[in-house]
């Protein structure tokens, strides 16, 4: 049974091999990885790239040596490559596993032709258990190009709940930034950009792949196939769309928070310079009479303190009264 290869539909896995004939309407059965393809329909074979019998199962398919190198790559980004007579697809789906970012996307790495679609996996998605599901209930691909652009629709829409709650959590940074407090955002802040930047770096070159994939000419390549990956790119733009969208409004959050900022700034800078106007030119009296020199006015007299004491509260409230009228504190 197909549902024994998925036996969590609740947590990111997949067995270490997938070995499937797809019957061209849309079912499937178990079949022996390196058996040959009869009739119609094609072979898919799945792999996990570090799994004792990958290479010896890859070397037994008689794939040429770039085709090998680029589905066991440490490292891919979404691309799409025609060799010879068969496509290397490269894709990014998010990651849903609990203990993971979503934005730590995981790889999908694929070698199709018209008889048979070989993928390499190094962590498990839960969009191919989506594509197996299907495959179960009697409406999977049809074909290889079927293949690409259904598995390439599951990535968006495993994608878009990721992509609705980057769009939520801005809504509330929106509604925030006009309380009085703003410096608690800025993690949150930092969290969506950085976010919405890593998912947003893999789903334009994956709107490219898909784009090029669909104009390549490659005979297999039906024209419904072409319509099919044709709505898959739209999805994935609109995801970057949305990203974009999401990245432009965390800019005006944080232009918002730097202007909240800057004004408090100028108020206290503004409230130290109203103190320092004030208070100057008292300063310069009392150092000027508290010098240690004869000739201090007055300075045997009794009342001479409270008369100095007195002017000067006179001085500090006819300078407090000039600002106030100039408007240099406003």
């Known amino acids: ?17 997938i070995s499937l004939h797809l019957d061209g309407r849309g079912s499937g059965h178990a079949e022996p990885p390196l058996s040959a393809t009869e009739g119609a329909g094609f072979h898919w074979v799945h792999l996990r790239r570090d799994a004792e019998a990958t290479p010896a199962i890859l070397s037994g398919l008689g794939l040429d040596p770039e085709v090998l190198a680029a589905l066991t790559a440490e490292e891919t980004r979404p691309r799409c490559t025609v060799h010879g007579e068969g496509i290397l697809l490269n894709l990014r789906g998010v990651n849903l596993d609990p203990s993971e970012e979503p934005e730590d996307m995981v790889s999908v790495r694929l070698w199709l032709t018209a008889a048979r679609v070989v993928g390499v996996w ?56 006009d309380e009085p407090q703003t410096d608690n955002l800025r993690p949150e802040l930092s969290r969506i950009r950085r976010a919405a930047i890593l998912l947003r ?14 104009i390549e000419d ?36 944080h232009e918002q928070i730097l202007d909240r900022r800057s004004e408090d700034l100028n108020r206290r800078m503004l409230l130290l310079a109203v103190i320092s106007v004030i208070f100057l030119p008292l300063t310069l009296v009392t150092g ?30 006819g300078l407090y009264l000039w600002i106030r009228r100039t408007g240099f504190g406003r």
């Open 288 to 317: 000027l009479l508290g010098v240690n020199v004869a000739g201090i006015p007055f300075a045997d007299r009794s009342w001479a303190f409270w008369a100095l004491s007195g002017g000067m509260l006179v001085l500090a409230g």
């Open 122 to 177: 190094l962590r498990p998605l839960l969009a191919m258990q989506d594509v197996l599901d299907a495959i179960e209930r009697g409406q999977g691909p049809v074909s290889p190009g079927d293949f690409a652009s259904k598995l390439a629709l599951r990535l968006a829409d495993r994608a878009e709940p990721s992509v609705a709650s980057l769009n939520e959590d801005i809504d509330a940074l929106e509604e925030a930034v």
């Open 201 to 214: 770096r893999f789903m334009v070159p994956q709107k490219d792949a898909l784009s090029t994939m669909q």
């Open 218 to 253: 490659v005979a297999w390549l039906t024209q419904r196939d072409r319509i099919r990956l044709r709505e898959a790119t739209e999805r994935v733009v609109r995801l970057g769309e949305d990203l974009d969208a999401i990245r432009d409004r965390a800019q005006v959050v």
């Open 1 to 17: 049974m197909l549902s024994d290869v998925m036996p969590d539909p609740l947590k990111p896995t997949l067995p270490d091999l």
